[in-house]
């Protein structure tokens, strides 16, 4: 797992030193050796950092961010968010589905706590048609429900909350 986001890392960033694999490798939690390791890259695009401070070339975070750090966060380039599996949404938020059985295979919705419902809490995540959406809704796969979920991608508005529209890599526990 740790070995996709490295060489996909470079890849976006155009970067070739052991610094991306070193910062990458230090994000690794104790423990979490279990769950399906599945990925699934696509197009990079620009790629800044959002911090503050003059001139420097524009980079990645490498650090993982919680919900609510990208919920609120001003930042700009790819991220990767953790956080939990709470429900699924169609349309618009006011659709969000929190108990089993799901009913829409179009977006995730993920939080920092298991049983989060408030919109101003969550980040939905779009499950595009294809391999992504395949592998992670919970109509299909309702075992990955309340199960925590790493995502690389680029924060957005979407389902008119904070969101994903497009994430390049993902790992679920």
């Known amino acids: 797992m740790l070995a996709i986001i490295s060489l996909f890392i470079m890849t976006v960033s155009g970067c070739q030193n052991d610094e991306i694999a070193e910062a990458t490798e230090s994000e690794q939690q104790p423990g979490s050796s279990g769950g399906d390791d599945s990925g699934d890259s696509g197009s990079g695009g620009s790629s800044s950092s959002g911090d503050e401070g003059g001139g420097s070339e524009p980079s990645l975070r490498y650090d993982t961010l919680t919900v609510a750090?990208?919920?609120n966060g001003n930042f700009e380039?790819?991220?990767f968010v953790s956080g939990y599996i709470v429900g699924d949404c169609t349309k618009s938020i006011k659709y969000a589905e929190f108990e089993p059985p799901f009913t829409h295979q179009q977006a995730?919705?993920?939080a920092d706590a298991q049983?989060?419902?408030s919109p101003d809490c969550l980040a939905a995540?779009?499950?595009p048609q294809g391999k992504k959406r395949d592998a992670l809704n919970l109509v299909d796969h309702p075992e990955h429900f309340r199960h925590?979920?790493?995502l690389f991608g680029y924060r957005t508005t979407y389902l008119r909350i904070a969101g994903m529209k497009d994430f390049s890599a993902f790992y679920v526990e």
């Open 108 to 110: 995730l919705l993920i």
């Open 148 to 150: 925590r979920i790493t």
């Open 125 to 127: 995540i779009q499950l």
């Open 77 to 79: 380039g790819g991220v």
């Open 69 to 71: 750090e990208f919920v």
């Open 115 to 117: 049983n989060e419902t």
